[in-house]
């Protein structure tokens, strides 16, 4: 029998109701289920790509006291160390950007790493929420905190969606004053965290003059999107795109459009946009019923390294 890609452990219903035990009537809502209901608020299902797995992916039948300690764990990609640690931890909720499952499911194995995820979430009892595309076209999601984290002025989404015309993917920023490239560059690295970003001016610049070409540079329209944005940012009027990868045909045809490209790499934005979420999450659930800690997952990281 095929199985769906939302996972959730044995309903209480069926074969205990035939069997003459009672089912409790709709009491107080579990925790879990407070924390999901809330991110589909800021993140709804209905903004997600076609086919993506988005929401409460992994339910549970575990049961959260008001006034006991709850625990929220945040990653990009939950891998099994992310989940071993997010166990060892006592997590009781995952929010995840990258959905699990992501594939739909035949059966559950422990012979592939996602089955023995899947296996052990349902073991330990631990909800996963997955937001990925819905929180990049979302008012308030990734696309809109990048672009307004890297200059104040007005954002709108490049592709609207045909049912929320404030949300869609990728969002232009028309910057209140023209900002020196070197600017938003620091800005962008700062705000994720890196080192180094790659930067296509569409010019023949020797390393020696990148730094003064970035200072007589000035921006006042930017495009982002978050992931591998060309479909997205291709034909957009900006002066510059702002995206985590661009094949190398799509970067040479931005520039001969006079676009400048900066790179960030996979899931950088992401990551950085978990731990603002983490800060979201701390202040909405800072007087609830539940003693809510949330963290980001401190293994979780990008797998690929400059060396």
């Keep these: 029998a095929s199985c769906s890609s939302r996972v959730a452990t044995a309903s209480p219903r069926g074969p205990t109701a035939r069997m003459g035990f009672s089912v409790p009537g709709p009491g107080p809502r579990p925790f879990h289920k407070i924390v999901s209901g809330s991110l ?8 997600a790509a076609a086919g ?19 625990h929220i764990m945040l990653c990009v990609d939950l891998t099994e160390q992310v989940l071993a640690e997010a166990v060892s931890q006592h997590a009781d909720f995952l929010v995840t950007y ?7 499911l035949m059966r ?27 929180a990049d076209a979302a008012v308030g999601g990734i696309n809109d905190w990048l672009a307004r984290s890297l200059s104040r002025g007005s954002t ?5 969606h045909p049912r929320v015309p404030e949300a869609g993917q990728g969002r232009l920023l028309d910057c209140d004053v023209a900002t020196p490239l070197s600017t938003i560059v620091e800005r962008l690295k700062e705000l994720l965290q890196l080192r180094f970003v790659r930067l296509a001016l569409g010019g023949m610049v020797d390393e020696e003059s990148v730094a003064r070409a970035q200072e007589c540079c ?30 190398h045909a799509d970067v040479l045809a931005a520039n001969a459009q006079g676009v400048i490209v900066l790179l960030t790499g996979q899931s950088t934005i992401e990551r950085a946009f978990m731990h603002h979420l983490r800060q979201e ?16 997952s401190s293994v979780d990281a990008n797998p690929l390294a400059v060396v």
């Design 40 to 47: 589909s608020r800021r993140f709804p299902e209905a903004l």
């Design 218 to 247: 000035y921006v006042k329209t930017l495009a982002v999107q978050v992931g591998e944005g060309a479909a997205v940012l291709r034909g957009c009027a900006a002066d510059v795109y702002v995206t985590s990868e661009m094949s």
């Design 281 to 296: 999450l701390e202040r909405e659930y800072a007087g609830s019923d539940f003693n809510v800690k949330v963290r980001c």
């Design 52 to 70: 993506d797995n988005v929401g409460l992916t992994i339910d549970t039948l575990r049961e959260v006291e008001r006034g006991a300690s709850a």
């Design 98 to 104: 990258s959905p699990m499952p992501h594939t739909p």
């Design 156 to 160: 709108t989404p490049i592709l609207r």
């Design 108 to 134: 559950l194995s422990t012979d592939d790493v996602m089955g023995r995820i899947l296996l052990e979430c349902a073991k330990q009892q631990l909800a996963v929420h997955c937001i990925h595309t819905s």
